[in-house]
């Protein structure tokens, strides 16, 4: 069965980098993309960034553009979002979600998610 | 950027009532771009319906969606228990892909 499986929750201080892994599974990678999705503590849905497994394009939201990175590598199956800066306003738990590799119109698989947690 | 504006913002119902939740785009959104999940606590969303219309498989036909341009609807039929929870509307229209604030369906 299709699976995005992400990695363990994170505490970090302010001014520090995350790195956050999603490893999909049942399907093949390079024919979708991955998107990232983020949520503070009761808040709603924040999308951050696509990136296309096929070819690597990418597109961020502007809110995200410069401090954020996301890459995959196909010999793995795993997608990664870098986030640089930290502040407070980043803790949040953030999602993967499988996207398609040139266009979207949903996201149908997601990842379990991942609590970053920025406090010093 | 597409702003998303979800009415209401809480939806007191009952097992067995209908439930009517509105997502209005500050502009026109194609159908093809429109999408509907469903979120219950600690858990991530849950695809229901892609296109304005189609139904994710697996999900139960008390799900629909309608509408087009900036108005669009989610329909439950008939509330299940397993219903209640935070509804979202998100766009794939243009980017930023945004989200709408979320309706909670709650006894």
């Known amino acids: 069965q299709i699976q995005l499986v992400q990695s363990g929750a994170e505490v970090k201080k302010p001014g520090a980098s995350v790195k956050v892994s999603c490893k999909a599974s049942?399907?093949?990678?390079?024919?979708?993309?991955i998107s990232w999705v983020r949520q503070a503590r009761g808040q709603g849905l924040e999308w951050m960034g696509w990136i296309s497994a096929d070819n690597g394009n990418r597109d961020y939201s502007q809110k995200m553009r410069g401090r954020m990175t996301m890459s995959t590598d196909t010999s793995t199956s795993t997608a990664y979002l870098e986030m640089r800066s930290l502040t407070s306003d980043d803790t949040a738990v953030y999602y993967c979600a499988r996207a398609g590799a040139v266009l979207t119109t949903h996201f149908d698989h997601w990842g379990q998610g991942t609590l970053v947690t920025v406090s010093s | 950027e597409i702003v998303l504006t979800q009415s209401p913002g809480t939806l007191s119902l009952s097992p067995g009532e209908r439930a009517t939740l509105s997502c209005r785009a500050s502009?026109?959104?194609?159908?093809?771009?429109l999408t509907w999940y469903q979120q219950k606590p600690g858990q991530p969303p849950r695809l229901l319906i892609s296109?304005?219309?189609s139904t994710f498989p697996g999900i139960p036909d008390r799900f629909s969606g309608s509408g087009s341009g900036t108005d669009f609807t989610l329909t439950i039929s008939r509330l299940e228990p397993e219903d209640f929870a935070v509804y979202y509307c998100q766009q794939f229209g243009s980017s930023p892909w945004t989200f709408g604030q979320g309706t909670k369906v709650e006894v």
């Open positions: 296109r304005a219309t």
């Open positions: 049942g399907y093949s990678f390079t024919m979708y993309g």
């Open positions: 502009q026109s959104v194609s159908t093809d771009y």
